[in-house]
């Protein structure tokens, strides 16, 4: 479809002032497993706030995305690592903003979009499953050289 140089638009596309994006988050991180609500707003400022909690309201992270800027409100401590936000910097860059860098394949059915970038221990790849560009009904981030896998499924706007 799109190979490394050309911009690659963004896996979910944010809408100023339309309510809030909702997911089941699982991570993995080593031997780390954690489940809960992923939510995800555009702010009017144009910020981008990214938020985890378990089902039991534990927040995992508190992230703000804007522009060249990265902001961690808070995070658990299994993650609280600087390679290990870094990497989660750029996922969620690679999934809300418009990048380059990035080579994307689909599957022989098309169901499935598979983006890969970076190399060695940035390397990442997401594979985004869902009929509406820019509205995936899942997406599955892996990194293999640090064993981080996140899973995020779409939730009904009724939630």
Known sequence: MSGEGSTVLPAIELTQGESSQKYNIQLDFMKHHMSGMLIVR?????EIRIVASTYFG???FDFSLR??????NSCIEPMKKEKVLKLLEMDFRRLFLSGKDTRVKATKDSATEKRTSG???GKSVVYI???TPGDPAQIKIKHPWIRLTIRLDKL???I
């Open 67 to 72: 522009n060249d800027q990265f902001t961690v």
């Open 42 to 46: 555009r702010m009017p400022d144009n």
């Open 129 to 131: 499953t869902g009929n």
């Open 119 to 121: 190399k060695g221990f």
């Open 58 to 60: 534990l927040s995992l």
């Open 156 to 158: 009904s706007k009724e």
